[in-house]
């Protein structure tokens, strides 16, 4: 009952915190860089060994400014997500853009569904959201449910303020299987750290033998829905652009493999691009090949 009452105190205060305008939460961002950077350290050796891993070739030096900057950005992000609860259609239209999105809406006018990947690189959240406003198709984001109940609840009423339908993980065979009349986006995160048992391919990913659950690729093969690519730029503090890049058009003609490849092989691609923008703090390889 106390760890109940607190989180629904916890998510009242996030409330108060989304009515604030951006400006001010950016000032309030660099309280926390102060906090997680330099006073608590979170998960400050996580991120300093993934990034150590990922470019063997880089100096301490230049490791340590990749890191300092990612902390930053991790900050902003922070109080971008809190902003979310209260934006407007307008703002988060304004504030995430797409090019190249009618490649995608040609299937729908002919009836068709597509499968869309992307990652946890700039803001996402602000991007699934923009998404939905941006196409005519239903989208339907896969999501790994939090583990806090509640708090889980009130993130995803959030993340379906503007119409879109969100999945977990565990749901979109069923999803796609009762959808399969409209057309719709499904929606994969290509960088998820999947449980331990779920995950069934091993493949090298930033210089590091990382798993892969193959959930997108099997339902590509299976229907023959095109596959695009979310390519996110960051174009300035609280401005982000995606591009809509077509990644496999005819999935039903490669295995998974294949496709596991492309998809890796983009976000490698836009990581190396700019590093300060990927998730450093998430724990992509927590689990080793045997």
């Known amino acids: 009952m106390i760890r109940k009452s607190m989180t629904h105190f916890g998510i009242g205060l ?34 300093r060994e993934n990034l150590t891993n990922a470019f063997p070739e880089k100096s301490t030096p230049e490791i340590l400014q990749i890191e300092k900057q990612y902390y930053r950005y991790l900050t902003n992000l922070m109080v971008e997500i809190i902003k979310m609860a209260t934006m407007s259609k307008a703002a988060v239209k304004k504030r995430f ?8 809406e040609a299937y729908f006018k002919d009836g068709q569904s597509v499968l869309l990947c992307s990652a946890h ?24 449910p939090l583990s806090n ?5 009130w993130f995803t009423r959030i993340r379906s303020r503007f119409g879109n339908h969100m999945i977990s993980m565990r749901q979109t065979l069923r999803a796609v299987a009762d959808t399969k009349s409209q057309p719709t986006v499904f929606c994969f995160g290509n960088d ?4 331990k048992g779920d995950f069934n391919f091993w493949t090298i990913f930033m210089n590091q033998p990382t798993a892969i659950i193959q959930g997108m690729e099997k339902i590509a093969m299976k229907t ?31 295995d998974a493999a294949q496709i596991t490849a492309l998809h ?26 045997d």
């Open 14 to 47: 996030l409330y108060l915190l989304s009515l604030l305008p951006l400006p001010i939460l950016y000032v309030l961002a660099k309280l926390l860089y102060f906090l997680l950077y330099r006073v608590f350290g979170y998960r400050k050796r996580v991120v």
């Open 97 to 104: 853009t797409f090019k190249n999105i009618d490649l995608m």
């Open 121 to 144: 690189y700039g803001n996402w959240e602000w991007g699934t959201l923009s998404l939905g406003l941006h196409i005519s198709a239903a989208n339907y984001p896969i999501y790994k």
């Open 149 to 153: 109940p509640v708090f889980d609840n």
């Open 192 to 195: 998820q750290a999947p449980q």
């Open 224 to 254: 023959n829905r095109p596959i695009f690519y979310l390519r996110v730029k960051v174009l300035k503090k609280g401005y982000y652009e995606s591009e809509c890049i077509p990644l496999c058009m005819e999935p039903a003609k490669l």
């Open 264 to 289: 890796v092989g983009m976000l490698e691609q836009i990581i190396k691009s700019d590093p300060r923008y990927w998730l450093w703090s998430h724990r992509r390889w927590k689990h080793k090949p």
